[in-house]
């Protein structure tokens, strides 16, 4: 069976950090490409920042220079650290798996397999 388990979410103050989490089992995770997306009330879900099988990143104008994507293929886990976080930040947020080979990583129709959801809330 596919999981993806997305953990670390929270409450924060501006200007914190947290670390999300993605854990992931029944399929093989070097082969996927990983995908973070975000939704927060009453707005679209948008793409965050997504790692390809090979090791690329891309990530939304409104993250760069304040979040990190990583994996770690031993561990079949992948991570989204996240610093300088804003209001804007607040979501709950999803990690997802993609085994297109060429993908538009910012596109959640590219995307088989998706987590149930970490709330990421950012507010003094």
């Not at 804003?86 to 993908?103: K, L, P, W």
Request: net charge neutral; glycine share 12%; with cysteine.
């Amino acid at each position: 069976e596919v999981q993806l388990q997305a953990s670390g979410g929270g409450l924060v103050q501006p200007g914190g950090s947290l670390t999300l989490s993605c854990a992931a089992s029944g399929f093989t995770f070097n082969d996927y490409n990983i995908g973070w997306f975000r939704q927060a009330p009453g707005k679209e879900r948008e793409a965050v920042a997504s790692i390809s099988s090979a090791g690329r990143t891309y990530y939304t104008d409104s993250v760069k220079g304040r979040f990190t994507i990583s994996r770690d293929n031993a561990k079949n886990t992948a991570s989204l650290q996240m610093n300088g976080l804003r209001s804007e930040d607040t979501a709950v947020y999803y990690c997802a798996a993609s085994s297109t080979r060429v993908y538009l990583w910012g596109l959640s129709e590219e995307y088989e397999h998706w987590g149930q959801g970490t709330l990421v809330t950012v507010s003094s």
